[in-house]
């Protein structure tokens, strides 16, 4: 066991305490971190004159050799280390003696493993920003060619009225932007650096807490000490986040799982993204949205799980706080995965263009727009809801769509129906007239596409 805390004590911890304690195995991750924070604590110490410049050298040329040998594997994370920070420095020490004993000065384990985190989850939140950008490309493409497929639009997954695919997957496109945004808020929010907090009541060495910040790349230090070594404020925003990532996905996911049933057919999952039954022969499972769908009770998980844990916690360091890692690294690992294949999924999708818009013409889904013409005829609307339903009855009787009725049939109805009422209630008109800002009539969709161009090109994450 290589401890950076033997002296206080007589005897030598029970083993199966060291490994209940210990968090190499998992903290592992944060090497480059650690070494890159370690490497500005330096500078700045050097900068300080708190160690020698030759001191300062001497150490970062041993922390780049350190983290070049972990790369090519020859250093290996054995054991015998109680975490990433007792890692690096006593293989530092072995490496460059004494000066590797001034790397820990004004610094505590409790401020550099805040730290860590925080640069480890910086750049986490840069490289899920880039896989949402691409996943709203891939939105954006299906929207662009999709502009006049008509399909049904669902409330209480009863068929509703018309609208068209680029609309539907236009949704999901809003939904993963406020995703992004949400990212951007979390990571402008927690940049602030807590190096130099120390334990927890800073420290006596005259410490460039602003220099460390700057070197960085924070927008400047955390300005409560004992904030900066308890604050796990911002993996609870970000498992929030990837929650709500996680729930959009699986929404989506549920649809497709709906759309590629034998039911409904509105798409084909392509052969490379769905997986066949062990038993009967003729299956071809979307089991990538299912499993997409089912890791978001994973990721929630952690959410709630970081959540219980901060709650009890008393100021200011506690070892309950390691337990933040496992689940973080987890939910992160899934959401990441989970946006790329379901990108992929999506791309390599083919739409049954026939499908939904057979699925369109029938179930009513022109029926507000009935009655919305004999409001055109000077039906007051709450009359002319009470007409078409009536007429919705009687076609359900007839086992007949609204528009295969003849003209005689509807006057039955309200004589101010005229021959013009087929052309109204068209599903191609249904959709088209609908030209309100956000609707899905082509000028109206072409006007967001527009919009979501250059919603792309603006950059903040990525
Ligand atoms: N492995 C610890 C964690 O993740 C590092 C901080 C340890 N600090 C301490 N005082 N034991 O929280």
Redesign the pocket.
């Known amino acids: 066991m290589a401890q950076l805390w033997g002296g206080r004590f007589t005897k030598e911890t029970d083993q199966m305490v060291y490994l209940f304690n210990a968090?190499l195995s998992f903290?592992k991750r944060l090497y480059k971190h650690d070494i890159m924070g370690s490497i500005a604590h330096v500078t700045m110490l050097s900068h300080q004159s708190i160690i020698s410049e030759q001191e300062k050298d001497l150490i970062i040329d041993g922390l780049n050799k350190i983290l070049q040998d972990i790369e090519n594997g020859y250093l290996q994370f054995t054991e015998e280390y109680?975490?990433i920070?007792s890692f690096v420095e006593a293989h530092l020490i072995d490496r460059i003696g004494d000066a590797g004993k001034k790397l820990h000065t004004g610094r505590?384990?409790?401020d550099?493993?805040a730290l860590d985190m925080k640069l480890y989850v910086r750049d986490e939140i840069k490289e899920t920003d880039v896989l949402l950008k691409k996943l709203l490309i891939t939105l954006l493409q299906i929207m662009e060619e999709h502009i006049d497929t008509y399909m049904p639009g669902f409330t209480h997954m009863q068929k509703a009225q018309p609208t068209t695919l680029a609309h539907h997957i236009g949704a999901y496109f809003e939904m993963f932007k406020r995703d992004r945004a949400r990212l951007a808020d979390i990571f402008k929010r927690m940049n602030y650096c807590p190096l130099g907090s120390g334990?927890l009541a800073g420290t006596t060495y005259p410490l460039d807490r602003a220099l460390t910040a700057e070197l960085l790349e924070f927008y400047g230090p955390t300005l409560n000490s004992m904030d900066s070594v308890s604050d796990r404020d911002y993996l609870i925003e970000l498992l929030s986040a990837l929650s709500t990532i996680m729930m959009h996905l699986s929404r989506f996911s549920e649809e497709i799982i709906a759309w590629n049933s034998d039911e409904y057919r509105f798409v084909e999952i392509d052969d490379a993204f769905s997986t066949g039954s062990s038993i009967m022969p003729q299956k071809k499972n979307p089991d990538i949205a299912e499993l997409v769908r089912g890791k978001t009770g994973r990721v929630y998980g952690a959410l709630i799980s970081i959540l219980t844990t901060m709650k009890g916690i008393p100021l200011a360091?506690n070892?309950d706080?390691?337990e933040?890692?496992e689940l973080t690294f987890d939910a992160l690992d899934q959401v990441k995965v989970c946006i790329t294949l379901f990108e992929q999924m999506l791309k390599t999708m083919r739409f049954r263009l026939d499908k939904m818009k057979a699925s369109a013409t029938n179930g009513f889904t022109n029926a507000t727009d009935a009655a919305d013409y004999l409001v055109g005829k000077g039906v007051p609307f709450r009359d002319a809801h009470g007409i078409i339903g009536s007429l919705v009855l009687h076609c359900i009787d007839q086992k007949k769509s609204i528009d295969e009725l003849t003209i005689d049939e509807l006057k039955q109805f309200s004589n101010m129906f005229d021959s013009d009422i087929f052309e109204a209630i068209s599903l191609k008109t249904c959709v088209e007239k609908r030209l309100t800002i956000g609707a899905p009539g082509y000028e109206a969709m072409k006007q967001v596409i527009e919009l979501q161009h250059v919603y792309l090109k603006e950059t903040f994450l990525s």
Request: net charge negative; no cysteine; glycine share 0%.
């Open positions: 968090s903290d109680e975490d920070h505590s384990r409790n550099q493993v334990a360091y070892k706080m390691q933040d890692k």
